[in-house]
């Protein structure tokens, strides 16, 4: 059974972490609401024409699995009462991973 509040709880603190104006972590857990992998925003390395490059949550947790899995969910979470959604880089990267459902934070709660 997936233990929703704890993963939020979790998620803040991850979110926490991240030094960017925007804080947001994701969180990746199984079908029983094991944490796999966890992921924040953060700075990149090097800067282009608009600045800092970003590495998002999504990316971040992504990149600490080995392979893609098809039991694995995600919860993104944003600090904050404002809805986080992936952009359209990090869908596709969800969607290569096989990640078929993805939760995410709202002002209303999950």
């Known amino acids: 059974?997936?233990?929703l509040a704890r993963l939020l709880v979790l998620a803040r603190k991850v979110a926490l972490k991240s030094p960017c104006r925007f804080k947001i972590a994701?969180?990746?857990?199984?079908?029983?609401?094991r944490v796999v992998a966890t992921g924040?925003?953060?700075l990149g390395l090097g800067r282009g024409r608009m600045g800092h490059y970003?590495?998002?949550?999504?990316a971040d947790a992504l990149n600490k699995i080995r392979k893609p899995s098809r039991n694995l969910s995600m919860l993104l979470y944003r600090m904050g009462d404002r809805?986080?959604?992936?952009?359209?880089a990090c869908e596709k990267l969800i969607r290569a991973y096989g990640i078929k459902v993805v939760r995410y934070t709202t002002k209303w709660g999950t």
């Open 1 to 3: 059974m997936i233990d």
């Open 83 to 88: 809805l986080v959604t992936p952009c359209s």
């Open 40 to 42: 924040y925003n953060h």
């Open 26 to 33: 994701a969180i990746l857990f199984d079908g029983r609401g």
């Open 54 to 58: 970003t590495t998002h949550a999504e």
